[in-house]
């Protein structure tokens, strides 16, 4: 399903705009919609990748507070954050 938007740009988006369609082979939609998924998913990637930092720096401090060994899996388990990685 499609939603109709009506948007104003300024007149250097819109000469940018109609350049990357025409040298993608692409109408004007297609490429803002390319562009915002190509946003959303780089914003995906860095909610990942926040997760996967404070996963590593929890074992760190696991592995001080507990005085053994944590496997990634067992934080991963631990702090429910399996969906994320």
Avoid at 18 to 36: C, D, F, P, T, Y
Avoid at 53 to 75: C, H, N, P, W, Y
Wanted: glycine share 4%; net charge positive.
């Amino acid at each position: 399903m499609k939603v109709r938007k009506n948007i104003t740009l300024s007149e250097e988006a819109e000469r940018f705009l109609k350049e990357l369609a025409r040298e993608m082979g692409k109408s004007q939609s297609e490429v803002i919609e390319e562009l915002i998924r190509n946003k959303a998913e780089e914003k995906e990637k860095g909610k990942r990748l926040r997760a996967f930092e404070d996963m590593i720096k929890s074992v760190r401090e696991m592995k001080i507070s507990l005085g053994e060994e944590i496997t990634f899996q067992k934080a991963k388990e631990m702090m429910g954050v399996e969906k994320y990685l």
